[in-house]
């Protein structure tokens, strides 16, 4: 592959990508939910009235008629968007997708109050609430105890719709850190044991840090994937020793990384080489931690399967938390599976004899309060929120935040995500321009964008949308599903024979990326946007806004580029677009659809679009 700028990297020459193409939604209480207005120049022009005298960094005027304060402190700037492109710009940053109305939500409201609003926003239904009322949790001839397809069903509903998407939106990111993958759980009520897996991350999203990795910890499917299920202390008769595969990537993966970071997430260096976190003698010690736990069978029921004799215990076991408590388990015992050795690692020392609830405590306390979990965690996530290359100045600012929300409080979660979008360096116009800025979004990104900018809905309500891993035909990414604990792509992946490596820049999606992936995504992409294939019978789009605009092609051209793209198509691109809208000639609403069908694809078929600035 030839050198290019950042942007290009996906469509050289020898990509097969066409060249260049860019929409998200929300309604009066929710980012991207909602009817969507014509596009118009100034859809937030009230909003930016009421920004330029309180908004708009000028201090608010006092109410007629009242006095002065003299000696009043002037009214805090509230920073807000200067145009419609600026405020799409920022709801594509922070969530799934923008809208007209949420457009003028941010520019009239600002961005931080109109961040804390959406994140007040409840839960609006969990997974556990989607089986249960899909029947789901029935043990029936469906035999939905022991198939997955029902948790791809779950998840791409809890994408696609509802009112509290930012709080989606970072679940997601959270997913792509503290990896359990679908494909790796292997127990009765698999769909059911991921779904209360994501329901944790929903709940903890805008919690603490401290929090999350305890339950993470005692979640069952986390259990199943990395071992810690049924983990028992060293037995020196029969050799057995703890299994150290959760102990091993709570460290690597979920919380301080292989090399000691500085603040800023620049390596630590001694003699010129990186510090090592921790070693093998580390990952033996805390893994003693995470012996002595089964699944919590207290007040479950079974019920045998229909046409066998197995007894299938009632859905929700999957969603407690597992216990060391061997009396709750399904086979109950008086014995103690948990190691009481003396454990230690990372410079802390549990002593013998001390519980199972005591020393996951005291461990994870102390993981959460080591140095490098800020910085390694907040770069991490501006990469999945804003860019791959975050300048060492940005991560330091969110990680800062992590240490200390400004209030004393360590690891809050909230803090760090308003953090990471309110940054100078997210919210910098410039950042269009630069070459290095920016990220590729990922498959699921864009699809989930598709069905929340056009208002999908499933017909059946069951949101049959199928596991899309596949690469040859389909997103080549599929949510909750990545082929190893690793995530779809490592956070300092680069692809080389390009400028990316030539100018030492990361971009960790491009991972996913190859001749295969680029046409599948194409070939879904061009199924999606009519919804009338087999993948998505189930589900269907509402372009009534853009047909209503069809036979105005600029003005089709310009909404799908507000909306998509943030304004961010490039004039050629545009013109081709606009060039290929325009050969449909107009007879009926069927040649509008055809209009906007055209418009929504190539513009989701460009770089302009993949590459988010």
Known sequence: MQSKTFSETLVGSDSGL?????????????????????????????ALATAACGGGGEQTPPTAGAPPVVGA????EVLA??????????????????????IAQVSDQGYEAWLDSQMSVPSDGTAYDFFESRGYNEVDSNRYYNITRVADYMVWSQLMSGNNSLRKRFALALSEFFVVSLNGINQVWRSQAIGAYWDLLNQHAFGNFRDLIEDITLNPAMGTFLNTRGNQKADPSTGRVPDENYGREIMQLYSIGLFELQL???????GGEPIETYTNEDVTGIAKVFTGYDFDYTDIGFTTEVGGTRQIPDAEYAFKPMTADASRWRFPRNQDFHSSEEK?????????????????TLALDHVFNHANVAPFFSKQMIQRLVTSNPSPAYVQRVASVFENNGSGTRGDLGAVYKAILLDD???????VTNPGFGKLREPILRFVQLGRTFGMRSISGNWAIPDLADTASELGQSPLRSPSVFNFFRPTYFPTNSVTSDNNLLAP???????????????????AVNTTTFNFSDVELDYSEEVAIADDSLALVDRLDLLLTADQLSADVRNTIQSAIDSVAIGNDDDRLRRVHIGVLLTMASTDYLIQK
């Open 18 to 46: 066409p060249e260049p193409l860019n929409n998200e939604a929300v309604d009066a209480g929710s980012p991207d939910t909602g009817p969507a207005l014509p596009r118009m120049a100034g859809i937030g022009a009230a």
């Open 73 to 76: 402190p002037p009214a805090p």
């Open 81 to 102: 968007p200067q145009n419609d492109a600026e405020a799409s710009r920022f709801l594509l940053q922070a969530g799934f997708a923008s809208s007209a109305p949420a």
């Open 264 to 270: 800023d997430g620049t390596q630590r260096l001694s």
């Open 344 to 360: 230690s690692f990372l410079g802390l020392t549990i002593p013998a004899g001390t519980n199972a609830s005591d020393s996951l």
């Open 425 to 431: 360096e997210a919210l910098d116009p410039s950042g």
């Open 509 to 527: 999606e491009f991972q996913i990326v190859d001749e295969t992936s680029v046409a599948g995504y194409i070939n879904l992409m061009e199924r």
